[in-house]
């Protein structure tokens, strides 16, 4: 990877704070360009001069090349600085198991939240609003006791070492149907994400970019 700073188009409370969280372990220096896209048209159009999709995070690595998909941009991150050990290697046995949740959070729970703050998007009338986000939030809910159900954490989620996957989960535990729920669906996770919650580098990050402002805002926009 390309010395030099990064642009991460990014938002409080949104999926960018896992990748802001990774950048932050990393030592990688960024720019954060700031726009709430599930609210704002706005923010949407600044976006999509990077990214068609219109969606954060997107980020521009310092040679200008262009990354998508939170997933890929964290595994990217974490394989590029194999120092860091972020990522199980291509050769360590937990490889297999590292993409399939990281592909996990991203396809099964992470994409479904694009469905709440407009449910026409999938073509349901605003009358059917709170059924649809309530649905949603069912589907994530079984999502993630079904990921609890299959790992085994050992101070984190793959193991001892601390990777992206614990971030990802750290952070869209934090989305709809929010934390409490997911400590109720997730009881083998849930001490990690608590200890990644605590993690000593990442609490100013943490509470800057995640504060009960925007978790509030978040949930406002959803179920408002
Ligand atoms: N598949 C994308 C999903 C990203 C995504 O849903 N981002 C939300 C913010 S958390 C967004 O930008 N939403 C814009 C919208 O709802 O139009 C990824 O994993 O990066």
Same mark, same amino acid.
């Given at each position: 990877?390309?010395? +030099? ?12 704070v896992a990748v802001e969280a990774a950048l932050t372990l990393l030592?990688i ?28 995070p997107?980020l ?10 939170s997933?890929?941009i964290l595994i990217y991150l974490a394989?590029?600085n =194999?120092?860091a050990?972020l990522a ?11 993409? @399939? ?12 939240? &694009?469905?709440? =703050?407009?449910? +026409? ?17 069912? $589907? ?23 990777t992206v996957?614990?971030l990802y ?7 709809? =149907? &929010?934390?409490? $729920? ?18 000593? @580098?990442l ?13 509030? $805002? ?7």
């Amino acid at each position: 990877m390309a010395t +030099g700073e990064c642009v991460l188009y990014g938002a409080a409370a949104s999926g960018s704070v896992a990748v802001e969280a990774a950048l932050t372990l990393l030592g990688i220096p960024f720019r954060l360009i700031e726009g709430e896209t599930w609210s704002s048209e706005a923010a949407r159009a600044c976006v999509e001069e990077q990214n068609a999709m219109r969606q954060v995070p997107t980020l521009i690595l310092p040679d200008g090349e262009v990354l998508t998909e939170s997933a890929a941009i964290l595994i990217y991150l974490a394989d590029a600085n =194999p120092a860091a050990k972020l990522a199980p290697a291509l050769d360590d046995p937990k490889r297999a198991q590292f993409l @399939r949740w990281m592909f996990f959070v991203s396809s099964a729970i992470y994409s479904l939240h &694009w469905i709440k =703050p407009d449910v +026409g998007r999938i073509g349901a009338p605003q009358s059917a609003r709170d059924d649809v986000v309530n649905a949603v939030h069912e $589907r994530i809910a079984f999502c993630w006791r079904a990921m609890d159900a299959q790992l085994a954490p050992a101070g984190y989620l793959l193991g001892d070492e601390l990777t992206v996957l614990d971030l990802y989960v750290a952070v869209v535990s934090r989305f709809g =149907p &929010w934390r409490e $729920r997911f400590f109720a669906e997730a009881p083998k996770m849930a001490p990690v994400v608590r200890r990644v919650d605590e993690d000593p @580098r990442l609490k100013e990050l943490w509470e800057r970019r995640l504060v009960a402002d925007n978790s509030l $805002r978040v949930q406002q926009v959803v179920l408002g």
